[in-house]
């Protein structure tokens, strides 16, 4: 009699834990249900970024090509124009060449305090009919133009290899937005970095202002710099397409690269993928001639290498050379040929420090049918857009 009491209980008592059981699992249903939408309210509120991304893309092109139908060829071709900006000929070279941006160098910041260069960069604008791109190679490591100068930090920018180093991404993060704060302070607005290329190796000539290390860890790292920039509304420039590898130093000697294609693809391609993913405004070719891309022209130069940028890492933003200044272009095709190359190949954006030579030689080109207008059309648009992206104008 006692087993049969026993028996009832334990089945009184299992019948009434299963009731609160299920009480309980669809109170944490219910909870949850509201906590986090459907999958179907989950896939709308995804998708609304991107429909106000698209949204606001259509008002770019729309206002980028209102701009365009209202100018001349001459400035149309000053657009395509980024160039090292000579302080004592600026003024009169934005009247006369409509360029559509000023690169920084040594020049132009030593003997400059914050206020006076800063002065200066907003009377270049004043005298601007289209707003300028001001562009500054601030790197970090070897390579800066302003903090070397303690009127604008006390320290320079440390390498991207310190910084890891030193404080892992974290820090990364930090200096990219210090530097973003300080180059939009003085009216600089686009940083030609970061460096995309991959090197592990200490003889590389690109090696200190790489990641050095491999292509998933370099991946990260650009991806995580250029995040960071357009959260903090600066240009950013990937570079050096399709990846510097061991060669030599273009601003010397041309310099060729036999890797296969297949080498690009799994891993000098894979950092400027992950900068594509984060946002890159821009992207800056070297002056290394691939022979598994184009054995004929340097990547500045081929359009195939374009090619690849647009097809292959299906990249739409502005695509620009390397100064064409450089011993790898100037000592092989001169000064002329090397702007209308650079045109034909499909640059934006042309970095250029012979612009007095090279802006009328391309403008001559359109005009006697060796370029054709739309050319500079499609590149002209995309600068525009980017100015408008980075509210420049």
């Not at 990846?243 to 891993?267: I, K, P, V």
């Not at 009328?360 to 080109?365: K, R, Y």
Request: with cysteine; net charge negative; aromatic share 8%.
């Amino acid at each position: 009699m006692k087993k049969f009491i026993l028996a009832i209980l334990l089945i009184i008592i299992s019948l009434t834990s299963g009731f609160l059981m299920r009480k309980i699992i669809n109170k944490y249903k219910t909870n949850n249900t509201q906590a986090n939408p459907t999958s179907n309210n989950v896939n709308k509120e995804t998708n609304t970024p991107t429909d106000k991304d698209n949204s606001s893309n259509k008002n770019l092109q729309k206002r980028a090509n209102e701009i365009l139908s209202s100018m001349s060829i001459e400035e149309k071709v000053g657009q395509m124009f980024l160039i090292r900006c000579n302080k004592y000929t600026a003024l009169e070279d934005l009247n006369k060449y409509k360029v559509g941006g000023f690169i920084l160098f040594d020049d132009n910041i030593n003997g400059e305090t914050k206020e006076s260069l800063s002065s200066t960069i907003d009377t270049y604008q004043n005298n601007s009919p289209i707003n300028l791109i001001i562009a500054i190679d601030e790197e970090g490591g070897t390579v800066n133009r302003l903090s070397w100068y303690p009127e604008f930090r006390a320290v320079p920018f440390y390498s991207p290899q310190e910084l890891y180093n030193e404080g892992g991404y974290p820090l990364i993060i930090d200096d990219t937005k210090e530097k973003a704060t300080l180059l939009k302070s003085l009216g600089i607005n686009m940083n030609l970095a970061p460096v995309a290329d991959i090197s592990t190796n200490p003889n590389d000539y690109i090696y200190p202002r790489t990641f050095g290390r491999d292509a998933e860890e370099t991946a990260n790292y650009v991806k995580t710099v250029v995040e960071t920039m357009k959260e903090n509304k600066i240009g950013s420039t990937l570079k050096h397409f399709p990846g510097y590898g061991g060669n030599l130093n273009t601003h010397d000697e041309m310099s060729e690269d036999n890797r296969s294609y297949e080498s690009f693809l799994n891993n000098d391609f894979i950092p400027f993928k992950a900068g594509i993913d984060g946002g890159a405004d821009s992207i800056l070719v070297s002056h290394n001639i691939i022979n598994s891309i184009d054995e004929n022209f340097p990547a500045s130069l081929s359009k195939k290498s374009h090619d690849v940028i647009r097809n292959e890492l299906n990249f739409q933003g502005v695509i620009m050379t390397d100064d064409l200044q450089m011993s790898a272009i100037k000592n092989y095709y001169g000064e002329s040929k090397s702007a209308t190359l650079a045109v034909e190949s499909g640059n934006d954006l042309i970095i250029s420090s012979d612009y007095q030579i090279q802006i009328p030689t391309v403008i001559e080109a359109i005009k006697n049918g060796e370029i054709k207008e739309e050319v500079i059309d499609k590149a002209v648009l995309r600068v525009l857009i980017l100015k408008l992206k980075l509210e420049i104008i």
